[in-house]
């Protein structure tokens, strides 16, 4: 059999549009199936720094960007009052704290917390019932409820967990969770 002209100008643009709905298909279950969980965290011993007294963050959502000196320079990171107890956070009395990186594990970008789901959905194209931290390059949310698991966009991996302590009503970073993404691969 032998192709006429004809022929490839039906052939050649199905193949393109064919090739483009399987890249097309493949991005929809990476990005909304092939998430990593988040695991008990395993703990790295670091620099112990005061990050906010219990008062200081005085509801739920209320927050604290704060850096976090490791071995590579300063982690950026946030300490998040959550509504109830989180893998990986702290609870002090009837207070719920999880402190995260602000470092997407995508590619490495600074995370913002979102508390108004309005901005969210704006801002990030997502919309969710509570508040999210959500990555500005490339629109990945991060879940605090779940221990700062990816929940949308092309992030696979959770956000790494800052370990906290707590001393007379004082909240201190002591360590980070390991593998510390995207920073370390593991």
Known sequence: MKLT????????????????FA????????IQFLKKGVSEPVWKQGARVRVSSVEGLEAPWKFRYFE???TQGSLYAV???VPGPVAGGISVG???????????????????FVDNPEVGAIAYNFRFDNPFLGCPCHFGAFDPMQAGKAI???????????????????????????????????
């Open 79 to 81: 300490i998040i009052r």
């Open 5 to 20: 002209r004809r022929d490839l100008v039906w052939i050649i643009p199905s193949g393109v549009s064919a090739g483009f």
């Open 94 to 112: 009837d207070a719920h704290f999880l402190a995260l990186s602000r470092i997407c594990t995508h590619l490495g970008c600074t995370v913002n």
């Open 152 to 186: 949308y966009g092309p992030p696979r991996y959770p956000l790494p967990r800052i370990q906290l302590e707590e001393e007379q009503g004082v909240l201190y970073a002591t360590g980070h969770e390991i593998p510390l993404r995207p920073i370390e691969q593991g």
């Open 68 to 70: 976090y000196p490791i």
């Open 23 to 30: 890249w097309l298909a493949w991005r929809a279950v990476y």
